[in-house]
């Protein structure tokens, strides 16, 4: 059974900066993608960004320039770092990773509990 933990949310004024962190755990033997979500209030949850196992990044339009993801092979670990935060930005984000576990099963590990982050104007 894999597990994700993430946290580094917080309130913080617009302009300011945040950092994520995802943590996978579990029976896991490799981890393939790594995405973030977020969901705001009424909306429908989105892709913000994406790293694949090789390091290729992908961003949302509205978040590139600004959004930096990272990941750490060793700690099983995906980084948001979230500069020149908008209001718009507010949202509980996700994370999701796809891993190979160590009984060599590809599995879809689909969001934690997810972490608030709250931009004031």
């Known amino acids: 059974q894999v597990q994700l933990v993430e946290s580094g949310g917080g309130l913080v004024q617009a302009g300011g900066s945040l950092r994520l962190s995802c943590a996978a755990s579990?029976?896991?033997?490799?981890?393939?993608?790594m995405d973030w979500y977020r969901q705001a209030p009424g909306k429908q949850r989105e892709l913000v960004a994406s790293?694949?196992?090789?390091?290729?990044?992908s961003y949302a339009d509205s978040v590139k320039g600004r959004f930096t993801i990272s990941r750490d092979n060793a700690k099983n670990t995906v980084y948001l770092q979230m500069n020149s935060l908008k209001p718009e930005d507010t949202a509980v984000y996700y994370c999701?990773?796809?891993?190979?576990?160590?009984?060599?099963?590809?599995?879809?590990?689909?969001w934690g509990q997810g972490t608030q982050v709250t931009v004031s104007s």
């Open positions: 999701k990773v796809v891993v190979t576990t160590i009984s060599r099963v590809l599995v879809s590990i689909d």
């Open positions: 790293v694949t196992s090789g390091g290729s990044t």
């Open positions: 579990g029976s896991i033997f490799s981890i393939n993608g």
